[in-house]
C-alpha cells in the first residue's frame, strides 16, 4: 500500500472525521475520495461503525437522489437527521431536521441545480418505502 504523508492539521482534521464516522483512517481516506465500496466486517469491532448504529427512539431512513442513496436516521423525539452512510462524507453527519438533510444532499449529489430546497418529509423513505412524513410531529 502506498504511503502518504499529510500536515499536521490535515491528519487531525482525518483523525476526528474517522474518529465520528467510526471508521479506520484508511476507510476515512477512502470515503473523502469516493473509493469505499467495502462493507465493515460485522464479527470486527475494530471496523463497526459504532456512528452508524440504530439508537433508541430512532428509525431507519433512506434516500435515493440521482441514482445514489443516503441512509441514516430520524430521531422521532427530536426530529434530528443523522446521515451515516452517503456519497460523499461532508454529508455524514447530523442535521437540524430531514429538510436540512435533504437541501444538503442535493446540494452535493446535483451542484448545478439552482434551488435546493426540497422538503425532507418527503425526501426519505423508511425500510419498508414509506415517506417519513407519517413520523412528523404538528
Not at 476507510?27 to 456512528?51: I, K, L, Y
Not at 444532499?105 to 451542484?111: A, Q
Request: proline share 7%.
Amino acid at each position: 500500500m502506498p504511503t502518504v504523508e499529510f500536515s499536521d492539521a490535515a491528519y487531525e482534521k482525518l483523525a476526528f472525521a474517522a474518529k465520528i464516522a467510526g471508521v479506520s483512517l484508511t476507510e476515512a481516506v477512502d470515503r473523502v475520495f469516493g473509493t469505499s465500496n467495502q462493507a465493515p466486517a460485522p464479527d470486527n469491532p475494530q471496523h463497526e461503525p459504532s456512528a452508524s448504529k440504530q439508537r433508541q427512539d430512532e428509525i431507519k431512513v433512506t434516500a435515493t437522489y440521482l441514482g445514489r442513496r443516503v441512509t441514516g436516521y430520524l430521531d422521532l423525539d427530536s426530529e434530528r437527521l443523522r446521515i451515516t452512510e452517503a456519497p460523499h462524507s461532508d454529508l455524514i453527519r447530523t442535521f437540524k431536521s430531514p429538510s436540512q438533510a435533504a437541501v444538503e444532499t442535493v446540494r452535493h449529489l446535483n451542484p448545478g441545480r439552482k434551488r435546493p430546497e426540497t422538503n425532507g418529509w418527503r425526501f426519505f423513505c423508511t425500510e419498508d418505502g414509506q415517506l417519513i412524513e407519517r413520523y412528523r410531529r404538528r
